[in-house]
């Protein structure tokens, strides 16, 4: 079936740098979402895209919706400790119904001190 | 405005038997959508729920089933519970149906069967 794939699958940083992580796919979508989830908790929404090419921040977060859209990216700038957590795209093809929205296997974030 | 909220938080079973699962939605949220996360699937959609009607449903068998009341709060039921249904119970609110309006998570209920 339809499936995301991200990578990388696991990354360990130092406070301060920069993290770039991204989401592919073999299908076309119409949105892209980026959530972060943290220990026990459930998945918060970081940021939307709605239109190939779009590029959105949101604070130190940048994502872009790829051209092809079957792709995106997810930038954090200057991490801190509290970046710490995994981080999922999601892709949804139609317009419409949420079975069709489809989760990555997340990116786990580690920010060294 | 109070985040969605999901209970219990934890919950031990034993193989066979049935559980109840509860998420409140958003204040002014209509829709409810229940997923499944576990570390070799990931956030799976179980059904969505608007207006006390199931509008969408995943690929799970008849033994997940829900219901939502009139003040838009949803329940899970799995029933004659297997080991494999151990896993995260997510519930995401939003105003309307159907993946027009962003979702909302509760923290989860985590569900263990022995």
């Known amino acids: 079936g339809q499936q995301l794939n991200q990578s990388p699958q696991s990354m360990f940083i130092q406070e301060g740098e920069d993290v770039s992580m991204n989401c592919t796919s073999s299908s076309i979508f119409n949105t892209w979402l980026w959530y972060k989830q943290d220990p026990g908790e459930g998945p918060v929404l970081l940021i939307a895209l709605y239109k190939a090419g779009e590029l959105t921040s949101n604070g130190r977060l940048t994502a872009q919706f790829g051209i092809t859209r079957k792709d995106s990216f997810l930038n954090i700038s200057a991490s801190i400790p509290s970046d710490v957590g995994i981080y999922f795209c999601?892709?949804?093809?139609?317009?419409?119904?949420?079975?069709?929205?489809?989760f990555g296997p997340g990116t786990s974030l580690s920010v060294i001190p | 405005k109070a985040g969605v909220t999901q209970t219990p938080r934890y919950l031990i079973k034993t193989r066979g038997q049935q559980v109840t699962l509860s998420c409140s939605p958003i204040s002014g949220h209509r829709s409810v959508s229940w997923y499944q996360q576990t570390p070799g699937q990931g956030l799976q959609f179980l059904f969505e729920y608007f207006s006390e009607t199931q509008r969408n449903k995943g690929n799970f068998p008849g033994r997940f089933s829900g219901r939502q009341f009139s003040n838009s709060r949803s329940e899970m039921n799995v029933s004659t519970l297997e080991l494999g249904d151990s896993a995260l119970y997510l519930c995401?609110?939003?105003?309307?149906?159907?993946?027009?309006?962003?979702?909302?998570f509760g923290p989860g209920t985590r569900l263990t069967v022995l």
């Open positions: 995401a609110s939003s105003l309307s149906s159907g993946g027009t309006d962003t979702q909302y």
């Open positions: 999601a892709g949804q093809q139609g317009e419409t119904s949420y079975d069709k929205v489809i």
